[in-house]
C-alpha cells in the first residue's frame, strides 16, 4: 500500500517572495500513474522534488503509504527518482550505478549481482553493465537511470521529464517501453512532463498545473475532452481547443448563441440568461467543414491551408475570430474562399468568459 | 461530474504568519551554507582584515602608544620617497598598456588557429609560473655588464665598448629593464584571460558579422573587442594592483639602484622600523584602492551591458 | 546489369565535367603572406619568452669563470654542474629548499581545507548573503595583500607565528584563498547537483553524497587548484623574506642574499634558473587546465 497524499503544499522561492506552490493537494493512488504536466514554471517539477524530499514546503504535509514523510530526507521515504538529466554517475560504471542504491543498504555482493542483472535485463542493458556512462548513447543513459530507481523496489517511483532529453524517434520508442514496464512493475509513479501526448498516452490520471496550482486531476480522455477551464482546453491537444466568444439570445423560444452576427443552435448549459456572454469551445477534429452552404452551418473564410499528411489542417475566420479546423486531404480548398462549418454539439463545450471555468455538462439545457 | 475548483490565481497567504514546517533538522539544513563559509570568513579577518587594521595603528602610533604623523611626516621628506612613486608609477604606466597590447595580439594569434598554436600556447604561457624574483635574474643574465646582450653588440661589432644597462646613471635604460622583465612574466596571464575570453564567443557573432559586410578589423573591433571587455577591464584591474607591489623583479635586476615603494616598505622593515614599512604599506593599499575606485568609474557599462 | 549502366547517371570524377572552383584549393598569394606574417610574429614572440630561458640556462650551467667572461659565446663551450652545485651547496639553500615544499603543502591543503567549503556553498546553496560574500571575496582582490605582511609579521611576533613556516602558509594562503574559493565554487558548479541528489534519493545523506559523488567527479578540478596554489606559494617572495628571519623559503634565501649581501652572479644565476625549472614543467603538465584556472580567475 503506497499511496501519495499530499495536503495543501506550500514552497516558496526567491525568500518568500515567490510562491511556487500555492495550497497544492493531490492524492496518488497505490499502484497509479499520474502524470503532472503543465508549461515550463508551472510548479510541476517543484511538487515532484517535494515528494521527493529534495524540497521543502514551508506549508502543508506530504504522507507516502500513509505515513507523514513532510520532514524526512529523501533517503528515508522509499523513492526512487529518474532525473531530467538522468543524473548517472560519470564516475561509476552501469553495474555500480544500479547498484548505488543496494550498496547504501550493505546488502550482500550476491543479492546486489542477482537484483542488478534482474533490473539490467528489464531494461535490456545487460551487456553494457561494464562500460562508464560516457561511453553510452543519451537512450542507453536513460535506461540505466530508470534500472537504478527499479532495482531499489521502491514504493513510489518518481519521474522528471525522462524523454525530454532523447531526440524525437527515440522517444516515440522508449515511451512505448516505458509503459510497458511500468505496466509491469505496478509501482505508484508519479512522472512530469510538459508534453501532452506523453501526458495523455502514459497517466492513468493526469494533474494539470498552472501557476503553482493543480487546476484538473482526471483520466486522460476526460482531461481531452472536458478540460476544466480555458486554460487547460487551450494547453492540451494539438491544435489547441477553439475559443468562440457569443451573446446568448433567446429564439423561438429556445436558446442560441449569436456568434459574431451568426446564430447558432446549440445545447447550452443551465440557468443561462438572454443577453449573458459565454465562449464556446471545440476541438479542430469536431468541426466538419463543408464547402456548401446549409442552415446550421456558420460561414468561416480559409485564412491558411497546411497540408499535415494525415489530414489538411484549415486557419479560418469566424467572425473576427480565427479558429482552427481539421479535415480530410482531399478536401480541396484555397484561402480567401468561404466554407461551411458545422459543429458536433456533443463535442461543444462552455466556459465563463470572466472565470475561464467550463461550465457543469449536467445541468444542461440539452435541447430544450 | 464537479466542475473542477480553478485556483490557478490562489494569493499566498502574506509571509508574516509563521510557517508551518520548521523542524530542528531543517533549521540546520538552511544553516549548512553559513556553516561552509564560516571556516573562510574567520580566516580572512585573522589574516587580512585585522592586519589592515594593524597597518593602520602602526601609521600613526609609536610603540608608546602615542598617537603621532611623525611616520607619515619622515616618509614623505625620504629621499628616495619620491623616486619610489615616480618609478613605480612610471613602471605600471610603461609596462601594463604593453603587456595589454600584446597579449590582445597573442591571443588573436592563438586563435588564428597556425599550425602549432599548442605548442605557441605552451612557450607563451611559461612565464605563469615563474616568479618575479625568478624573471628578474633571467634579464640580468641578458641586461648585467657581461651580459648576453652587452656580448652580443660586441661580438657583431654594434657596440664595441660595454653599456652599464643597469646603472642607475642609466635610468632610461634601467627602467626599459625592468618593464621588459615585467612585460615578459606578466603579459601570459593577460593572454590566457584573453583567450578564455575569445574562446566564450560563439562563431554565430563573427560570421554574422561577416555576412553582413565587414572587414576584418571591423570585426576585430566592433565584435571581437567589446565581447571580452568584461574580462579585459577584470584584468586590468588585478594586474594594476599587482604592480603597485612591484619588487622582486626590481631588486633582482637593479638591487638599490631604483627605489619603488615595495621595496622602501621591505627597507623599513629592515631596518627594524616597523612602523616606517606600515605607513609604506598603508600608502600602497590607498593607491591600490583609489586605482581600484576610479578604473570602476572610467569602466562603468551600462546596466543593459552588464546583463550580457 | 549494363543497360542500367547507361541510365544511371556517373558521379562526376574530379577534373571531370565539373571544373574545381580557382579558389578551391589554391590559396592565394596574398593569403599566404598574411599566414607567413602571422607565422613570423608567432616565432617572434616565441623566441622572446624562450631565449632569455636558453640564456639563464647556459648561465647556469656554465663553469664560474665562464660567467666571468666577455664578451660570451651564446654557444656554451663546456657545460658542467659546477655553478649549480655551488648553488646547491651554499649556505641555507637546501633547508631553504625543503621549507619551500613544506610551506608550499601547507598553504594548498589550507587553502582547500577553508576555501573548498566556502566554494562549494557559493555553488550549492542560495542564501540570504551569498552576492554579498561573493562580492567581498571579489573585493579582497583588490587589496595588495602582499604588503600586509608587515603589519601581520608584527601581529606574528605576538602569536608567536613569526620566523616560522606555519607563519608564511598563513599569508600565503590568505593570498591564495580568494581565488580558491573562486575555482573551487567553479568546480563544484560543474559537478551538476542533480548528481548528488539522485545519491540521495538513493539513500546517501548529505556527506555521503558529497563524498560518493561530488568529491570523486570533482577532484580532478581540485589537484589543479591545489597545484595552482602551491605555485603561487613557491613563487612569493615578499611576505616570505618579510615574515622569515632564519627559516627563509628558497625565494626569500635568495632575496635577501641579493639585496642584503650583495650574492655573486653565479649565485644569482643558477638561483633563477633553480626557480624556473619547477615552473618548466608544471607548465608543461597544466597547460589543458591553464585555459580554466587562470582564465576563469577573473570571473
Redesign the interface.
Known sequence: MSEIRIQGV?K?FS??KV?AL??VSLTVQDREFMVLLGPSGCGKTTLLRCI???E?????RIFIGGRDV??E???KRK???V???Y?V???LTVFENIA??LR??KRPNAEVKQRVNNAAGMMRIENFLERYPAQLSGGQRQRVAVA?GLV?EPQVL?MDEPLSNLDALLRLQARAELKRLLQQVQTTTVYVTHDQIEALSMGDRIAVM??G??????APTQVYD?P??L?VGGFIGTPPMNFLRGTVKSMNGAFALNLGGQPIRAALPANVQAGQDLLMGIRAENIEASAQRSPDAVPARVLVVEPLGSHLLLTVQVGETPIKVQTRMDFNIAPDQTIYLRLEPKQVRWFDPE????????GSTELK | MATPQYTGDALAPPLTSPLTNKTFARRMESALPYLLLLPSMLFMLIFFAWPMVQALILSVRTPDGAWTMQYLERMVRDVNFTDALRNTFLIILIAIPLQFAFAIAMGLLIQAKLKGSALFLYFWTIPLAVSDLAAGLVWLAVFSDRGFLNSVLRTTGIMPIAFSWLSYENYGTLLMAVVIAEVWRATAIVMVIVVAGLQLIPDDYLEAAEVFGATRWQRLWHVTLPMIRPSLQVALILRTILAFQVFAVVIALAGRAMPVLASEAYNRYAELNPNGAAVYALLILTISLVTTGVYLRLLRTSEAEMGR | MSAQTKTMPRPLAPSEEMPLNAAANKPTFAKTLGRLALYAAAITISLFFLVPIYLIFISAFSPQQAIFAYPKSILPQTLTAETMLFFWNARGVQSALLNSIIVGILTLVFSLLVGAPAGYALARFFFRGRDSYKMLILTTRAFPIVILSIPLAVNYIQWNLYDTLWGVAFAHTAMALPTTILVTSSIFIGVSRELEEAAQTLGCNRAQAFIKVALPLALPGLAAAAIFTFVLSWNETFAATILTQRNRTLPALVLSQIADVGAPLPFRYAAGFFLIAPSLLYIFFMRRYLLGMWGQVVK
Open positions: 506550500w516558496y525568500k518568500g510562491a500555492k495550497d521527493a524530499g529534495l521543502y514546503p514551508e506549508r502543508g513532510t520532514d530526507p529523501p533517503r523513492i526512487a527518482m532525473f531530467q538529466s543524473a554517475f560519470p564516475h548505488f542504491g547504501m543498504q537504478r531499489m518518481l498552472e501557476n496550482a493543480i487546476v484538473q486531476v482526471d472536458y476544466g477551464s486554460f472565470t475561464g471555468v467550463r461550465y457543469d455538462a449536467s
